[in-house]
């Protein structure tokens, strides 16, 4: 990393050092080394890992099939596979090269206190931050449950604040009525930062059978179908967000330079990168060099500088 | 943990050099894409970005591949956008495309005579396996394959033994082939017409007369082919491609099945048959699968399939734990 990227693109974020303001998503990365088989792809391209979504117990996740494409986008229904908290810290974090970039663990769980378990779990590890995902939407039990109902999420919330000192990071649903308010409940309830957003409910339909085709019927929606949901998502959250001073990882549909800097302006201080790295693994390198053009082009030294720099149009009157 | 994994999949802007089109919307492409040729395997795939308008590449297997001159081909058939978009592009466009992706076949070398089975769209993998079993020493080594060193840490902790045995098996398999030491029948079943042209094969095959249609590009190398389809094609097995392969084993000496292997890729039913086949006649099978697949590497765990493993069912991947199982494993 020269020291220009370095100067543009260096951010602080929740308290970790981040190289570029990119984070590869929760789910898209695996536990952080599975990219890597790909030539020319580097960890090092981007600020933080978000690793998959972590439980206390190993989970076996959904049946098959588990991903189809949709129109501009992809709907997925994983169901949180993972080998449990334990293995993920004994095993997984171990062989991870920490000198890379952060590494985020992302937790689940089915009860409140089964969140605040593996965030102990996790707490004792060398794990840089914990993202809380309560938003997800391909789980019978938890996950999207608690995000849609503001205080549950600040219940889970409080309860992982209480089992670390890391920075907490928590996932928000755009499945429910008020996500501003469901952030304004989760920063009541101690957490650093927030991602918006998770993926949106959604089910594609086989008509020849009559059956979904998904086999956990439902899913949740990515790519660039949902981008415009998640910046007035992500727009909406910051205006609760920044009065305290809390950071936003915006997510949703990120394919190009154009797409990150839109979530910037929209309140975002770093963009996560999920369903574009299935079309294009190089893809961070490539909106990294697109932030710092731009930035040249706008006379802004700092990627920190674009966040929430949204001129909003006055009311239209008649 | 010494990371061997990495950079074993290329990334390659390739070139369209020949596009061959025939009936029933099935298009093979040759591509330009020389370090995915040199590194595949018999089994393994490419990624296949589409079309700019798509988010999800297509993975797509492995028909043959050509090391020295840099290039590889594949067969695929119109059956949604992706595969449209993909069948409109001509002689000169570029692909990108990600591979060598899977862990590919085994050959045990204790079973020299590979019976090789493949349906429809699972023909390709089986040509290039039969071409691969023909191909007389000069075989690049399996230590040297770093495709083979790519597993890594599972999605979930219950790792299946037999399938390490399986990996560490191919690791140690330093050796080349000897140069008659496998002999490949290939057995073909399509209800459409077949993607290649045909003739009359010369080569003799334990099976009731009047089945003699080959593929004639098998046949100009040696390898013993014949086909299956209802659709009652001259020279062809009326029937199934697994019917045929069983009349072949009833001609074959019992004492001659612990030499023999199978290999199969085709649809789900006739896989689950080729797997019933083999349980019956005992004989080790080896079945490639394929599933919707989002990032093709492992990371995101939405190509799973159910396996079976010594410590109850697991979700394996069919982009980095297959496309190649044990037939046993998946179908109980």
């Known amino acids: 990393m020269t020291e220009k990227i370095a100067h543009y693109l260096g951010i602080d974020f929740c308290g970790m050092s981040l190289e570029t303001p990119l984070v590869l998503l929760s789910g898209c990365a695996g536990f952080g080394e599975e990219y890597t088989r790909v030539t020319g792809f580097s960890n090092r391209d981007v600020g933080a890992v978000c690793l998959k979504g972590t439980t206390l117990e190993p989970r076996l996740g959904n049946p098959p099939h588990r991903v189809f494409e949709t129109a501009a986008g992809m709907l997925n229904a994983i169901g949180l596979q993972n080998p449990g908290a334990r293995y993920v810290v004994d095993e997984i974090l171990p062989d991870l090269d920490f000198s890379e970039t952060r590494y985020i663990a992302n937790i689940s769980g089915a009860t409140v206190e089964e969140y605040a378990e593996v965030a102990r779990i996790f707490d004792a590890s060398p794990i840089d931050a914990i993202e809380i995902n309560i938003s997800c939407p391909n789980v019978k039990e938890g996950g999207m449950i608690f995000g849609n109902d503001p205080a549950m999420s600040a219940r889970v919330v409080a309860a992982c604040r209480g089992a670390t000192e890391k920075p907490l990071i928590t996932k928000l649903s755009p499945n429910q009525t008020d996500i501003a308010e469901n952030a304004r409940c989760c920063i009541e309830a101690g957490t650093d930062g927030l991602s918006v957003i998770n993926t949106v409910a959604g089910m594609v339909i086989d008509s020849e059978s009559g059956r979904p085709i998904l086999g956990n019927n439902q899913g949740g929606l990515s790519g660039p179908a949902i981008k415009p949901v998640a910046l007035l998502c992500v727009h909406r959250v910051y205006q609760v967000a920044k009065a305290h001073n809390v950071p936003i990882i915006g997510q949703g549909g990120v394919t190009c330079a154009a797409d990150a800097i839109e979530f910037l302006i929209a309140g975002a201080s770093i963009v996560g990168i999920g369903t574009g790295l299935f079309y294009d693994p190089l893809i961070c390198p490539r909106i990294n060099q697109g932030l710092i053009e731009y930035m040249d082009r706008k006379g802004v030294d700092n990627v920190r500088a674009l966040t929430g720099t949204l001129r909003c149009n006055s009311p239209l009157t008649v | ?332």
């Not at chain 2, 040759?30 to 970005?49: K, N």
């Not at chain 2, 290649?196 to 003799?204: A, E, H, K, V």
């Open chain 2, 1 to 332: 943990m010494e990371k061997t994994h990495r950079a074993t999949l290329f990334v390659e802007e390739a070139e369209i050099l020949a596009r061959d089109e025939f009936e029933g919307d099935q298009i093979i492409l040759r591509v330009a894409a020389p370090r995915i040729a040199l590194a595949a395997r018999p089994g393994m795939f490419v990624h296949v970005r589409c079309d700019p308008a798509l988010p999800m590449r297509r993975p797509i297997s492995l028909m043959a591949v050509e090391p020295t001159d840099g290039w590889l081909t594949v067969l695929f058939k119109v059956l949604g956008h992706g595969t449209r978009r993909l069948a409109e592009k001509n002689v000169g466009d570029v692909l990108n495309i990600i591979g060598p992706m899977g862990v590919p076949f085994q050959v045990p070398p204790d079973r020299p005579r590979a019976l090789l089975l493949g349906g429809g769209l699972g023909i390709p993998p089986m040509i290039f396996l039969a071409r691969w079993l023909m191909q007389k020493g000069e075989r690049v080594s399996h230590a040297t394959n770093p495709s083979l060193n790519n597993r890594q840490q599972p999605i979930d902790s219950h790792e299946d033994s037999d399938r390490r045995e399986l990996v560490s098996a191919a690791l140690g398999q330093e050796t080349p082939f000897q140069a008659t030491a496998h002999e490949p029948l290939l057995l073909m079943g399509s209800e459409i017409p077949f993607p290649f042209d045909l003739c009359s094969s010369r080569i003799p095959v334990s099976l009731p007369d009047g089945v003699t249609a080959a593929m004639a590009p098998m046949e100009a190398l040696g390898i013993p082919s014949r086909l299956a389809s209802g659709r009652g094609y001259p020279g062809s097995f009326q029937g199934f491609v697994t019917e045929l392969a069983e009349l072949w084993l009833r001609t074959q000496p019992s004492s001659t099945y612990r030499e023999i292997a199978l290999y199969a890729c085709g649809p789900e039913p006739m896989l689950r048959a080729t797997a019933n086949l083999a349980r019956r006649y005992d004989l080790p099978c080896q079945v490639c699968l394929e599933e919707f697949m989002a990032c093709g590497v492992g990371a995101c765990a939405g190509c799973v399939v159910p396996v079976t493993t010594p410590t109850g069912v697991a979700m394996k991947r069919v982009c980095v734990d297959g496309p190649v199982f044990h037939a046993r494993d998946v179908f109980l």
